[in-house]
Structure formats: C-alpha cells, structure tokens
C-alpha cells in the first residue's frame, strides 16, 4: 500500500489537492526566471489559476503575482477564502494598466479558447496543454497566429498520465507485479510546456534559459518539492527518455528551443 496518500491524493483528485497539469519544483523556477529577465519587478498573472497550487509556488519568488479564477465556487468547497491576489472576472474584461511580464495559461476548458485576450495583455506566455486534445478547441493552445514567437518548450507527464501509473501500482485489485512492469514499459507523457513572447523578448529569454537550465541541471537534487518522489517512483523522473512517445522531444524535462 501507499506510504503517502497526501502526495498521492493531488494525482487522484487534482480539483481539491493537486493541479490539471504535473509540475516539478524546476518547472516554477523555469517561469521565475523567465519573468525575472523580463523585468527585475515583473508582473505575473495565473490565468485560470484554480484552487493557487501552483501560483502559491510562484508567488514565494515573486509576491506581487496575481491570478484569475472565473469560478471561485472551488475555495467554498475547499473551505478557503478566496486570496485578495486572485480576481474573479472573465479574462476577456481584465485590463491591466500596463503589459503583463509573464501569463502563464495552465489550463483551458475543453471547447474554451481565450488566447486572443491573452496574446494582447501579454509580453510572455507559458502554456501547458495535454497533446491529447482534452484542452481548447481542438487541443490548440498554440500563440504563434497572435504574433508572438516560440521560444522554447518541454514535455511533462498529464496528471491523467501519472493517474494511470498510481492506480495501476497501488489500487487496482488482482494485478500482478509482472503485469504492471509491462505496463510501466507503455506510459507516456502528453503534456508539453511552451514559451511564446513578443519578437524583441525571445532572445533574451532564450539565452537566459538556456544558462538557467545548465545550472537547473547541476543542482536539480537540491530543488525538489516533497510530492516529486512519486513522479520519481513511477518512472517520470527528471530527464529520462520514454521510448513510447512518439515525437523527437523523448527526454521529460528536456528543454528544446527554436
């Protein structure tokens, strides 16, 4: 059985405990840096930042990030108050005074697409969307056609697809070790994470990256966050080639730049 069903629970019920999309401490530390070579007070907007799991994160290297959330319905059934950081308004009627550093859209509805309003308040944007097509319309979360350029990109593992290993592992009935190693040797990881930003910003973003991940690398052991061990348990570990994605991009967290 299972030595730590907290961790467990936010891969099981991401609504209440987790997030839509699987994240790593480096990954909060990629969007820090990213907004802080932008500006050295830069502005930070969640957008569809849910119950704040991962805007919290961000918030304790940047405390002037905000978020929205259109349904606030989710901190009554968490039992919280609603932070004073998170808006509730649709996206289409916030109008910042001035352009936001870094946007990071981590989730769009299925059938949803709000990226135009985005791409207009917007000199950077991180995205993450499942490849599986469970986001927007039609799986499109790209910015390219409004005119911001991509920089760069990494692949992740989708909650979905750490959910299928967890059940698998430790709450599926009459299955056999044998049986789960040959499905460990299936998993993939639909997830990918993108940087869009105005065309005077992507080289600066890019170089700054580009020394942030080999430092990301060297360091990686000492920026973790408890709930990381059962990524590592269930094969998604930092860097590691899944040979059952079907794409060049094989290494999760491998940065790729254009």
């Not at 790593?24 to 969640?46: E, Q």
């Not at 309003?117 to 917007?122: E, G, L, N």
């Not at 408890?226 to 899944?242: A, M, N, P, V, W």
Request: proline content about 4%; glycine content about 6%.
């Amino acid at each position: 059985m299972p030595s730590d069903t907290l961790n467990h629970s936010r891969y099981i019920f991401p609504f209440f405990s987790g997030t839509y999309f699987v994240y790593r401490k480096i990954d909060v530390l990629r969007l820090v840096s990213i907004a802080k070579c932008i500006s050295s007070t830069p502005k930070y907007l969640d957008v569809g930042c849910g119950n704040c799991d991962f805007l919290d994160k961000i918030r304790f290297y940047l405390p002037n990030a905000i978020g929205i959330e259109l349904d606030t319905t989710i901190f009554f059934l968490l039992y919280k108050t609603k932070p004073s950081y998170v808006q509730s308004i649709p996206i289409e009627c916030f109008n910042p005074p001035g352009l936001i550093d870094v946007s990071f859209v981590g989730w769009m509805e299925k059938g949803i697409d709000f990226r135009k309003f985005v791409s207009k308040i917007s000199r950077c944007i991180v995205t993450t969307f499942d490849t599986g097509g469970q986001c927007g319309i039609n799986g499109n979360c790209e910015y390219d056609e409004f005119g911001l350029k991509k920089v760069a990109s990494w692949r992740t593992p989708s909650w979905i697809d750490v959910n299928i290993e967890l059940m698998n592992k430790y709450y599926t009935k009459d299955i056999t070790d044998e049986r789960i190693e040959s499905l460990l040797n299936l998993k993939t990881s639909s997830n990918l994470w993108c940087v869009y930003s105005q065309t005077g910003l992507s080289e600066t973003i890019k170089e700054s990256l580009k020394i942030h991940f080999e430092k990301e690398k060297k360091e990686y052991h000492n920026e973790k966050y408890d709930f990381e061990s059962i990524l590592d348990e269930l094969g998604f570990r930092y860097l590691c080639k899944l040979d059952s994605i079907i794409s060049p991009d094989k290494r999760l967290w491998d940065i790729n730049f254009y």
